[in-house]
């Protein structure tokens, strides 16, 4: 009877979605913007992309406590990049977006709860200053049970913004 019931308690850890194995994005999400010249509607490249809080001071990475990578530096988007494989074949290097720009954050991450926005700079001064809030639904949660925070109004919405010069 003992033997049984060691049995039961260890298949009951053994077969729990704890013990699955995660995918590769686990607990990470992304945000991604779509900065656009307003007259040609293609992207705008040499943008800096920085997520702000509500007070507009830009978020610093302390401890890592939004985002697994650039622990204690601001969170700026960086620019996606095609890849070439060993057939020769392009792609982007994030599937999610093209040539778009992107931030990692966790998937812990809501937006909405503290007013977070992203202000978008141009280092070659054609472009104004751009401050635009994130929503919830701007988020790209990818492969984690986190997404259930947010019920049925995740629709990975990217931030598309029109810039005039």
Not at 25 to 30: L, S
Not at 48 to 55: E, N, P, R, V, Y
Not at 83 to 107: G, H, M, P, S
Not at 153 to 159: E, L, Q, S
Request: charged share 20%; aromatic share 12%; with cysteine.
């Amino acid at each position: 009877m003992k033997k049984f019931i060691l049995l039961v308690f260890i298949s009951a850890f053994g077969f729990s979605q704890e013990g699955l194995p995660h995918c590769g994005y686990d607990f990470t999400t992304y945000l991604v913007a779509n900065p656009i010249d307003s007259a040609t509607k293609k992207i705008i490249n040499d943008l800096q992309i920085t997520l702000i809080d509500s007070q507009g001071n830009e978020v610093v990475n302390t401890n890592n406590e939004f985002s697994l990578i650039h622990k204690d530096k601001t969170l700026t988007f960086a620019k996606n990049y095609r890849v070439t494989l060993a057939n020769a074949e392009e792609r982007w290097f994030y599937n999610i977006c093209d040539d778009q720009y992107l931030l990692q954050l966790k998937a812990n991450f809501i937006p909405e709860e503290k007013g977070y926005s992203i202000k978008i700079s141009d280092t070659l001064n054609r472009y104004a200053t751009t401050t635009v809030p994130v929503f919830n639904s701007n988020l790209y949660v990818l492969c984690t049970t986190k997404v259930k925070s947010f019920g049925p109004k995740m629709t990975n919405n990217m931030i598309t913004i029109e810039m005039s010069k």
